[in-house]
Nanobody
C-alpha cells in the first residue's frame, strides 16, 4: 500500500505562487513509481495537470510554462511549483501515484491518491 498526503494549498492573489507537496509513504513505495498531479474544480471533471517519472515530465497545455513538477527521491516527495496563478487554476489539487516508468495523463491509470488540497486564486 502507498499513502499520499498533499500540503501547501491556500488562498493567493492572481499572479502569485504556491508550492504543493506530496509526501509518499508505504512499504512498497519507491522511486519506481510515476507521480502525477490532477485538479478538480467545482462542477467539473478531474483533469490532468502534470506528471513525472523516470521517462521525464509532462504538463497540461493550460499550465505549461507556469507550473513545474519535481521530485526528491530521498524524501519520497513530489512538488508542484505553481507560478503566475490565475483564477481558473482554482481547484482541489490531488497527488497520485502509479507503479511504472512511463508518464501517464489518464487518472484511471493511477492506483493511489491523496486526499487533496484546496487552491484558491482570487482575481
Amino acid at each position: 500500500q502507498v499513502q499520499l498526503v498533499e500540503s501547501g494549498g491556500g488562498l493567493v492573489q492572481a499572479g502569485g505562487s504556491l508550492r504543493l507537496s506530496c509526501a509518499a509513504s508505504g512499504r512498497t513505495f519507491s522511486n519506481q513509481y510515476a507521480m502525477g498531479w490532477f485538479r478538480q474544480a467545482p462542477g467539473k471533471e478531474r483533469e490532468f495537470v502534470a506528471a513525472i517519472s523516470w521517462s521525464g515530465t509532462y504538463y497540461a497545455d493550460s499550465v505549461k510554462g507556469r507550473f513545474t513538477i519535481s521530485r526528491h527521491n530521498a524524501k519520497n516527495t513530489v512538488y508542484l511549483q505553481m507560478n503566475s496563478l490565475k483564477p481558473e487554476d482554482t481547484a482541489v489539487y490531488y497527488c497520485a501515484a502509479r507503479l511504472g516508468i512511463n508518464v501517464v495523463v489518464t487518472s484511471s491509470e493511477y492506483g493511489y491518491w491523496g486526499q487533496g488540497t484546496q487552491v484558491t486564486v482570487s482575481s
